[in-house]
């Protein structure tokens, strides 16, 4: 069965801090692509990877990076918390192509930072 | 600028009702069409797609959709809505192997 994992459903940061927010597939797909779930406002593009060690931004980059060393791992970076990224984080991933391939949803990482 | 927009954010219906759950989009090229659910607590699931070919596509669950080109619109429909039904849906567009998704809809269903 086709899995997206991440690595926290909740997590609690103060501001200013780090946070990693870690996301692994293992369906050997190419494509991998971290969003922000806000009421309102859908889902929102942060960054995406269509391979190993390459990135590029989304819709919404500010206040984040992301690294990818592996093809099943791809990990959202908040260099230093601030309240208005307190926010529900989905991962995705999907096989390379023409736009035709669907997207595998994680769980979600709802982010709460104080 | 290429968008999806979903007119209607709360929709409430009668468990055995139909459905229909609207969407538009804007995109300059030949789209590539998805309408996603979302339960409480869950990642999002595909319903159904449309790339190109018949106009009205089936999905899990019950769901089905219509590709309406000169209306550029790809709603959802369901002819008799299960309690279990409830939850958030998003239509989403692409064509490059990013999405673009709508505001979602979300669905109450009454006993």
Redesign the interface.
């Given at each position: 069965d086709v899995k997206?994992t991440q690595s926290s459903r909740y997590l609690v940061k103060r501001t200013g801090e780090k946070v990693f927010l870690e996301c692994v597939q293992d369906m050997d797909h190419e494509?991998m692509?971290w969003?922000r779930q806000d009421p309102?406002?859908?889902?929102?593009?942060i960054y995406?990877s269509?391979d190993v060690k390459m990135k590029e931004k989304?819709d919404i980059p500010e206040g984040y990076s992301v690294s990818r060393e592996k093809k099943e791992r791809f990990s959202l970076i908040l260099e230093s918390a601030s309240t208005n990224q307190t926010s529900m984080y989905?991962c995705?991933s999907?096989l390379?192509?023409?736009?035709?391939?669907?997207?595998y949803?994680?769980?979600?990482t709802r982010l709460t930072v104080t | 600028a290429q968008s999806v927009t979903q007119p209607d954010i709360h929709i409430t219906v009668s468990e055995g009702a139909s459905l229909e759950l609207r969407c538009n989009y804007s995109y300059g090229a030949t789209p590539y069409l998805f309408w996603y659910v979302q339960s409480p607590g869950q990642g999002l699931q595909l319903l159904l797609k449309y790339f190109s070919g018949d106009t009205l596509v089936q999905g899990i669950k019950g769901f089905e959709a219509e590709f309406k080109r000169s209306q550029s619109s790809f709603n959802l429909r369901k002819p008799s809505v299960h309690w279990s039904d409830a939850a958030e849906y998003f239509c989403a567009v692409g064509g490059t192997g990013k999405l673009i998704f709508g505001q979602g809809t979300t669905l109450q269903v009454k006993p």
């Open positions: 997206v494509n692509f969003y309102g406002l859908g889902l929102r593009l995406f269509y989304g989905l995705a999907s390379k192509g023409t736009g035709k391939a669907e997207q949803f994680g769980p979600g | -």
